[in-house]
């Protein structure tokens, strides 16, 4: 994959057809063993560098003034990178994939996720449903692309008017503030209310145990994951009082906006692209979900701090309680089976998620096969 124009995609694709048991079939068994000690190593490994940048942080105020700001970036840059880390694998645990033991899981996962501040069975309840029906318009529960009617497009030219829409919107400026938005507070959004999720309202929160998200018998638990968020606050605020904000800041709050950044990134990136198509019920299955996400390599040293997340993201669609550890070999075999329907993208990072933002704006309201489209490109999609 590549920016290459693609001309009409609906009537190029043919969705695939394999089943669930031929793509398990191609994966050696082992790789889907979990191994709790081997699990617990990586998050261990993480944990271990963040003490040290934080370490390596209590020393910048002994640097001359004109180093402060670079090794402040520095420090924020790569304490964002392992925390994304411990995102993963707090992740992991809400899908069981950390250890065969469901309590270990869930244990590990609240902790972890209560830390990042993420309600950690508000999140599992929701990011479950997402894999259960991904890239379904009716079902999906993120990044559902806006239909055309919905972005008030529907019978208008295909240049937006300045009454309906910026005149700044087909500028690069605009993309990337938006874009810029997107990636910080966008994770905070869809928390709070669901935000590019197909019930986003205020009634749609993650830390509301009566939210439309959840079912009645699920209350409890989301109770508890915003104990956990209330603990890690009452941290945060008791560390504030002992120290400063300004330290909590630097220390933690600006890691957390640049983990935010990562997350969004590396699950937008995922599911949006001109050449990945979005499903009505009549030609939906869970495979054709599955097989709706694009594999990305970040680098080699981004992969391994991400667990490989990025790169092997169609297997941990396919078989979500796989351990990221055996991934990295069952996607070869998932590879070669999948042929043409394997997407990857070796496009740089922060182009494909310009690229991306820019083209990827809406699909039409009607249709069983829908891909990406933008004011500019309405009969044609682009691959980002």
Known sequence: MGAKQIVNPEKAFV??????????????????????????????????????????????????????????????????????????IAHECGHGSFSANRTINNVTGWVLHSALLVPYYAWRHTHSQHHKNTNNMNRDEVFVPRTKSYRGLQGKPSTPSWITDSMFEETPLYHLAKLVGQSLIGWPLYLYQNSSGPKYSRGSSHFNPSSVLFRPDQFWQIIV????????????????????????????????LMVNFWLVTITYLQH?????????????????????????????????????????????????????????????????????????????????????????????????????????????GVAC
């Open 15 to 88: 969705p695939p057809s394999f089943t669930v048991k031929e793509l398990r079939d191609c994966v050696p068994k082992h790789c889907f063993e979990r191994d709790t000690l081997r699990s617990f190593s990586y998050l261990a490994y993480d944990l271990c560098g963040i003490a040290f940048l934080a370490l390596c942080a209590n020393h910048i105020a002994m640097l001359p003034p004109l180093l402060r700001v670079p090794a402040w970036t520095l420090y924020w840059v790569a304490q964002g990178v392992v925390g994304t880390g411990v995102w993963v």
């Open 272 to 380: 949006t692209d001109a050449a990945v198509p979005h499903y009505s019920d009549d030609e939906w299955n869970f495979v054709r979900g599955a097989l709706c996400t694009v594999d990305r390599s970040y680098g080699w040293i981004l992969d391994i701090c991400f667990h490989h997340i990025q790169d092997t993201h169609v297997a941990h669609h396919l078989f979500s309680q796989m351990p990221h550890y055996n991934a990295i070999e069952a996607t070869k075999h998932i590879k070669e089976k999948l042929g043409k329907f394997y997407l990857y993208d070796d496009t740089n990072v922060l182009v494909s998620l310009y690229h991306n933002y820019k083209y990827c704006q809406f699909v039409e309201d009607t249709g069983s096969i829908l891909f990406f489209r933008n004011t500019s490109t309405p009969k044609a």
């Open 225 to 256: 994951s915003d104990i956990g968020l209330l603990i890690a606050a009452s941290v945060l605020a008791y560390t504030t009082w002992c120290y400063s904000a300004a330290t909590v800041f630097f220390y933690y709050g600006v890691p957390y």
